[in-house]
């Protein structure tokens, strides 16, 4: 059994204050890991389960073909590792903006670090995601247009609820737009929400995107003694 609580990492960044903890839940009986930012969690391993949903649901047509994914947002690599459990997946692109957090994978902090950094399929880099779609760059820096097949976002905790305001944007007509022009024909959009479902929103993705909907992802959360549920949006072009 490890300590009960570690912080195996603490960084001051222009974000704030980010810190890595792993700690043992004595109601899971197994280790967890944490990323905080400031008094925010941003990540814990003892949820994930809308995580990996919404790459299941976004890659649940892509059929045989081999497909490039972008992954905005790292955090402890539960999406993207699921990314790679399809084996159409070409190639996967991980945009994070936190530097820091991208030196835990590489360096072995976080468990999931050792699959990415391992697959050749996989490249972490180290970039704002909303601002290189907002600079005109496309979300790959080497080749502005270049195309994707899926992009699947897991960064603010909701289209309402952002991490930092320069990221309002994005969930403008405007903003979905830039991203809409980086995937291919017949493309999807896959995003995460902590809120319940936001007509608002399903509105304005519906001027840029088609087959657009909402799925409600259920999960037990043993803490409280009740199911818990997040947000998956998904959107074709």
């Given at each position: ?8 990492d ?12 792993r700690?043992?839940d ?13 008094d ?22 892509t059929g045989?073909?081999e497909?490039d ?18 084996s ?7 945009i ?12 072995g902090?976080i468990?999931?670090g050792a ?11 180290h970039?704002?995601f909303f601002?290189l ?11 502005s247009?270049r195309?994707f ?6 960064i ?6 952002v991490?930092?305001?320069?990221h309002?944007?994005?969930?403008t007509s405007?903003g ?17 929400s902590?809120?319940?479902p936001?007509d ?5 993705l ?6 657009v ?5 259920r ?19």
């Amino acid at each position: 059994m490890s300590a009960r609580l570690e912080e195996l990492d603490w960084r001051s960044t222009p974000w704030g204050e980010i810190s890595l903890r792993r700690r043992w839940d004595p109601v899971f009986d197994a280790e967890v890991y944490e990323i905080k930012l400031d008094d925010d969690f941003l990540m814990s391993s003892m949820f994930t389960a809308a995580e990996i949903e919404m790459v299941r649901l976004a890659l649940a047509d892509t059929g045989e073909r081999e497909i490039d994914v972008v992954v905005g947002g790292l955090g402890l690599g539960y999406t993207a590792q699921t990314v790679l459990e399809y084996s159409q997946v070409r190639s996967l692109a991980v945009i994070e903006a936190v530097g820091e957090v991208v030196e835990w994978h590489q360096s072995g902090l976080i468990p999931a670090g050792a699959t990415l950094t391992s697959d050749d399929r996989c490249r972490l880099v180290h970039g704002d995601f909303f601002a290189l779609l907002r600079d005109g760059g496309g979300l790959d820096p080497a080749d502005s247009a270049r195309r994707f097949h899926a992009v699947v976002v897991d960064i603010d905790h909701s289209p309402r609820h952002v991490l930092h305001p320069s990221h309002a944007d994005f969930y403008t007509s405007a903003g979905l737009g830039r991203l809409a022009a980086c995937l291919h024909e017949g493309g999807i959009f896959s995003l995460w929400s902590n809120d319940p479902p936001d007509d608002e929103f399903i509105e304005v993705l519906a001027t840029v995107f088609r087959d657009v909907r909402a799925e409600v992802v259920r999960f037990d959360n043993p803490l409280q003694d009740h199911d818990a549920t997040n947000t998956v949006y998904l959107a074709r072009v």
